[in-house]
C-alpha cells in the first residue's frame, strides 16, 4: 500500500508561525530560511561528495575491469566457458554500478549540447525503446563485413549500437542462433576472431564514456578545467557556460531523482532493460540502495535530508517515504513489475512536492506525465 503526505498550507503557516514564537521565545531570530538553505547547501554537497561521485568513481573501475577482463577472455587460450561466466559476471556488476548513477542524469551525465553521454551508455533511458533487436542486426552485419573495426567504428557510432546493451548482446549469446548456451557463445568466438574485436570494442568504449562523466565530476567539465562538482558547489555554471545555468545544487538533485522514478513508473524497464542477463530487479534494486543512502546519508554526513526533514517537524513525510521505499524493494525481490510500477510512481510522488514541502524548497517546475 502507498501513501502519500499532502499537508495544507494553513497548517503549514501554523507550523511555521510556532516555530518563530519558540524561536524568540530562546532569543533566536528570523532567519530560519537561511539557516534551511545553509543545510540544505551543506547536504547537497555532502551528496555529490559521498553518493554521486563515488557511484561515478564505481562505474568509472567497474567498467575499466571489463575490459581488462575482456582482453583476458580474448588472449590465447583463454576463450573458455570458465572465463565466459567471470566475463558475464563483470558484465553485471558494471551494470548495478551503473544503476548506482543512473538518478543522477544531469552535468557530466549530459554533458553535451547535441545528444547527452548518458545515451551512449544507456539508450534505453532517452525514450523507453528496446533496442536489443538493432543490435543484434548491427552485430551480425559487423561479424559478416571484412571492414577494419578500430576504435573509430564505436565512437563514430550512433548511440544505440554501443554500451552496455551491445556488450550484453555479445556477451550472454551467440549471434548466430541467440543461444545463451555458453558453449555456443564459446564455439562463435572461437571461429569468429571478428567477434572478440566487437567485445573489446565495445568494452573500451564504455570506459571512455564512463571517464567523461567520472572526470566531469571531478576534474574538468565541458573544458573549462573546473570539476561539476565546484561549479554547482560554488554556483559558478552560468559564469562559466552561457548555455548552463542551475539554481541550487539541492533542486537539481531533487528533480533528477524524481525524473528517475518517473522513468521507471512510465517505462517497461523491467520487460526491457538487462533481459539476456536477467538482471534487471538487481539492477534496480542498486539504484534503490544508492537513493537511500541519498536520504539517509554516509558515515562522513553531518546532516541528511531526512534528518533535515525530521528537524522540519515532518517526520510523516520520511516515515511515508521509507515505507513506499520498503514496498518498491518487496517488488523487486518479488520480481512484480505491476507492483515496482506502482510503487515507483508513490515515490516519485514523494519527490514531486513531499519532500520539497518538507525541505522547504520550491523546484519551480509543473511536473506533468513523461520522463
Known sequence: MFKFIRISTHLKKCSALATAILLSACGGTDSTLSTGNSELHVAATQIIDNTIIPAANSFQQQAGILVSDSAHFCSTNNLTESNLTALQNQWVETNLAWFQLLPYRFGPMVNSLLLPTYTYIDGYRLRGTNYTASVRTKIDSLLADTSTINAATFSSSTFQFVGLLALEVSLFEDAANQSTTKADIITEYQSNPRKCQLLTGYANELLRRADIIQQGWTTNYRNTNKSYRELIINNQLDSVLDDE?????????????????????????????????????????????????LLNGTTNTTISLNKIMANNRFEQTVAILDENISTLRTALDTMNTVDTVAAAKAIDGNFKRDIPDALNINLGINFSDGD
Open 245 to 293: 545555468a542551475v539554481e541550487s545544487a539541492i533542486k537539481e538533485i531533487t528533480v533528477s531523482v524524481q525524473e528517475y522514478f518517473d522513468y521507471l513508473g512510465l517505462r517497461d524497464i523491467t520487460l526491457d532493460v538487462s533481459q539476456i542477463s536477467s538482471s534487471v530487479w538487481a539492477a534496480i534494486g542498486s539504484s534503490v540502495t544508492n537513493i537511500e543512502e
